[in-house]
């Protein structure tokens, strides 16, 4: 027995296992290739009109935005399955990010010439205050943003396609300063971890693309102006600024997770629970009601002989049989047809087997 047991192991075939992006830590030497990720733009509440809100997300290698896709084209990335619900679509990019390297301007690829109908499409968008969002370490993209209310900066993923100026003229954002924050670790020599990520978009009107990894970016404050009626050649640069920081990863997710408004929670809370007292309340008369009549007529029905009736008492009336919600106790402890059958299914799980593929697409 214990020789066909150390058999069936050797026979077993090897398995390969993963974490999920953001659970374990990845630590990158000095150097280092740091891999980032793009993933789809999502829209958000237009800074010019509140009311103005898109529902529709967009792939970013989308050809009308005109992005430089990586040689031999973008990989899917692996994703967990919740952000497969939420509508993420993670793919790889051209984007070099060697740990520890500054670079003030990258250009990816020759500019692009949008035609009439991307550059009314991307004009859509950035009227819709649409976001780019990458990944770099399972970290988003985020831009600072100040609390109206209690003037705290925080961070909030992604950072806009464009802008609409004072003259109603749309900025095109296509040069991105993306600033790494990273954290010296304690458990390995020479290893270091991201724990930030910022985007500072900015609009460069004359960006040229001079040979791959290379560019030229100045910044003489004149904008990149998009014009509607197509033909004209957008280029996309890019810069990297790494800073060291004292945040440890474990916090490194702190700056993000930021509440507006906490007095809106209260409220909330305190409404939710008022509106469930009702429901209990209303509920419960209504229970209390429907037994209080039940009881009274089975307690009569106790003290009435029924041999003496016969039929011919005014208490007929109370000697009904029950129906309805009422014979529910009579299949409680019925037996099943099949229960062996049933057992299985429910022992195995067969129902989170059959509601996986409802739930997914």
């Avoid at 026979?11 to 993933?39: C, D, E, K, R």
């Avoid at 970013?60 to 992005?67: E, M, T």
């Avoid at 993670?90 to 984007?95: H, L, V």
């Amino acid at each position: 027995m214990l020789i066909l047991l150390i058999l069936g192991f050797l026979h077993l075939p090897i398995s390969q296992a993963f974490y999920l992006p953001g659970v374990a830590p990845t630590s990158y030497s000095w150097g280092q290739l740091v891999p980032l990720f793009v993933n789809t733009l999502t829209p958000s509440i237009s800074r010019e009109d509140s009311q103005l809100h898109a529902v529709v997300s967009y792939d970013y290698y989308d050809p009308a935005f005109g992005f430089c896709v990586p040689e031999g084209g973008p990989r899917w990335i692996r994703e967990s399955l919740g952000g497969i619900l939420f509508g993420d679509r993670i793919r790889s990019s051209p984007f070099e990010l060697n740990m520890g390297t500054n670079a003030s301007c990258k250009a990816i690829c020759p500019g692009k010439e949008l035609d009439e109908t991307s550059a009314k499409f991307v004009s859509t968008r950035i009227d819709q205050a649409y976001k780019v969002n990458l990944l770099v370490d399972g970290l988003p993209g985020a831009e600072v943003v100040e609390d109206i209310i209690t003037g705290e900066l925080f961070n909030t993923p992604g950072f806009l396609l464009g802008k609409v100026d004072s003259d109603g003229r749309k900025i095109l954002f296509n040069h991105w300063d993306i600033y790494v924050d990273y954290h010296k670790t304690t458990l390995s020599a020479g290893k270091y971890r991201v724990v930030q990520v910022l985007v500072l978009p900015s609009s460069r009107a004359y960006s040229k693309f001079l040979e791959p990894g290379k560019g030229e970016c100045p910044d003489d404050n004149i904008p990149l102006v998009l014009d509607e009626n197509g033909g004209q050649t957008v280029t996309y640069t890019y810069g990297v600024y790494w800073r060291p920081s004292t945040t440890a990863w474990a916090t490194r997710w702190d700056s993000y997770l930021h509440v507006s408004d906490p007095s809106i929670h209260w409220f909330s809370l305190i409404s939710s629970t008022c509106f469930v007292i009702l429901l209990l309340a209303l509920v419960s008369s209504i229970l209390a009601r429907a037994l209080h009549k039940d009881i009274q007529r089975y307690n009569r029905l106790d003290s009435i002989n029924l041999d003496d009736l016969n039929g011919t008492s005014a208490m007929d009336e109370d000697v009904q049989e029950d129906s309805g919600w009422k014979l529910v106790h009579g299949d409680v402890f019925r037996s099943p047809r099949s229960p062996l059958l049933l057992s299985v299914l429910l022992g195995s799980g067969a129902q989170l087997l059959n509601m996986r593929p409802a739930t997914v697409v």
